[in-house]
């Protein structure tokens, strides 16, 4: 089964804190894809970042960087001194063998100046 | 330029009648869908279709039916409407391969009084 948890319904900070999202994922297939996608209070959806599960490595781009732990089936994201702008909320997906995407239920951010 | 669309932004009607959401994407991918968020955020796939054809067909109500006229766009009908169809309608694209990421459009807002 495929499965995506994230655990932090919301989380409150204030600006240029650091804050870091949870994702928990289940899946039986050799080869996936996680993500991260951001829903902004304008509503509409916007991707963040791509890993394959045969990469471990992190990654860093600008203030937002991702940990990827395949021994304990995690896909954590943090964002560094965060800013207003950063209100969203935050889904992390799964895309297994097939065409079908999994998200997670969201992490709420509101970051509070 | 939009890379997905969606027409119309907001629908606001009445219980039992039909209407319909028209999604088209420039990006020149093969893999289009449907997803429904209800008031919850939570983020459900409802149809895949990859070049015309319908590869993932949820547990839909058959009041819902997706029509691909071509693989850049992918409408969506909804006969007698009712009070649960209310929530957000994504559109979105992807190349339907390996290295696949989903874009979305900015969403449809649909209103059952």
């Known amino acids: 089964a495929q499965k995506v948890t994230q655990a932090q319904t919301e989380i409150s900070v204030v600006e240029k804190e650091d804050v870091t999202l949870d994702c928990v994922y289940e899946?039986?297939?050799?080869?996936?894809?996680l993500f991260w996608y951001k829903q902004p209070p304008s509503g509409e959806l916007v991707f963040l970042i791509r890993r394959n599960s045969f990469d471990e490595q992190n990654e860093i781009s600008g203030r937002y960087s991702w940990n990827f732990q395949k021994s304990t089936s995690s896909f954590n994201f943090t964002i560094t001194a965060s800013q207003v702008v950063d209100s969203a909320v935050y889904f992390c997906a799964l895309k297994g063998n097939f065409n079908k995407f999994y998200f997670g239920s969201g992490t709420k951010l509101n970051v509070k100046p | 330029d939009t890379a997905v669309s969606q027409t119309p932004k907001y629908l606001v009607t009445q219980m039992g009648n039909d209407k319909s959401i028209k999604c088209e994407q420039n990006l020149g991918h093969d893999t289009m869908y449907w997803y429904k968020q209800d008031s919850k955020k939570f983020l459900k796939i409802m149809f895949s279709?990859?070049?015309?054809?319908?590869?993932i067909n949820e547990t839909v109500p058959n009041r819902f039916s997706p029509k691909s006229p071509d693989k850049a766009h992918l409408n969506l009908h909804i006969n007698s409407l009712e009070l649960g169809d209310s929530a957000v309608y994504f559109c979105a694209s992807s190349h339907g391969g390996p290295y696949d990421t989903q874009y979305f459009g900015p969403g449809t807002r649909l209103t059952v009084l």
């Open positions: 899946t039986r297939d050799t080869t996936y894809y």
């Open positions: 279709y990859n070049n015309k054809e319908l590869i």
